[in-house]
């Protein structure tokens, strides 16, 4: 019998509080992966979250909402399964833990803990009007910069491509 396939998530993050531009954006991002197939994981609540989660819900996508509280009705509408944690920011690693690819979308420092995460996972980081990291007075290559929502989704799924079959959880001692 042949085994059946996982539906492929990808995070998305973002601030709670974003511009009109950034978050039609990441509705556009939640649309483009929709129409892929592809489940969205995101912090659950407002701003980008809520936006990515309404895109998606309009292509008929599935959401997962990794919350930072106790009650799952603090979830975006947009949420189709919202996941309390009560961790508080803490719950950041395992909003990038979950996807196989990390779209990041504008952001606050609680998206740049997210980014901070999954680089040092070796989880591919796709940005749009994201931060840029800079080591050493260089800019990091980390971050993959993205111009539009379709290239994010492309990039993004391209990266998911090319690792897997191949991947396995990276759990490094290096400092990030």
Known sequence: MAKKSKQLIVSVIGASRASPEVMALAQEV???????????????LS???????KGAKSAGGTTIGILPGHNPNDANRYVDIPIPTGMGYARNAI????GRAVIAIGGAYGTLSEIGHALAEGTPVIGLQTWKTVRG???DPGIIVTSTPKEAVERALAEVSRRDGAWQPSFRSEPL
């Open 30 to 44: 939640g649309q483009e992966l929709a129409r892929r197939e592809v489940a969205v994981v995101c912090g659950g």
């Open 95 to 98: 909003v990038v833990k979950v």
């Open 47 to 53: 701003g980008v979250m809520e936006a990515v989660c």
């Open 137 to 139: 007075g260089k800019t």
